[in-house]
């Protein structure tokens, strides 16, 4: 029987072994902290999303050239029920992937909130603002006195230049 094929059982232990690793990274997701860390755990659960398939299709592989027609379907069906969990896994592990992404987008909206309030109290002042619109009033004004000196130093050099030429 297949099930006493070496390489079938090698195949099929990976397969398990893949299969529960993917399950544990979909638990790591749901406590995960930041987008950096779910960042990393996704590139972790691709990469053992790829290797699940490969060993499945390894497994395929290895049924299609089993002798024995009883051998191969029993093979065969192994196959369709490890694609359907890897497809079960592939679900789970988009629909923690949201959840977990709403719940730091909410904390994050909810911190940023919590600091703007702060900053609206401020800066809404009259006093405040009236202050900041003459601050700028005051710096384009310097601004403005700058660039008139410049202006007439440079006409000045260019009077200069023009003058000792003729």
Known sequence: M???????????????????EVKAIIQDVQSCGSLEELE????????SLNNLKAKINELERVGREQDRDQDRLVVLKNVDSHRERMT?????????????????DRREKDEL????????????????????????????????QTMDAQVRKGNLTLTTLGSDYL
């Open 113 to 144: 909130m919590a600091g703007t309030t702060v900053r609206k109290r401020n800066i809404n002042s009259k006093e405040t603002l009236a202050k900041a619109a003459s601050n700028v009033t005051e710096s384009l004004l310097e601004l403005n």
């Open 88 to 104: 079960s896994n592939v679900t789970s592990l988009r629909k923690t992937n949201l959840a977990v992404k709403m719940s730091l």
């Open 2 to 20: 297949a099930a006493d094929d070496i390489h079938v059982r090698l195949c099929l232990q990976e397969i398990v072994k893949l299969d529960l």
């Open 40 to 47: 990393n755990l996704n590139k972790s659960a691709q990469s």
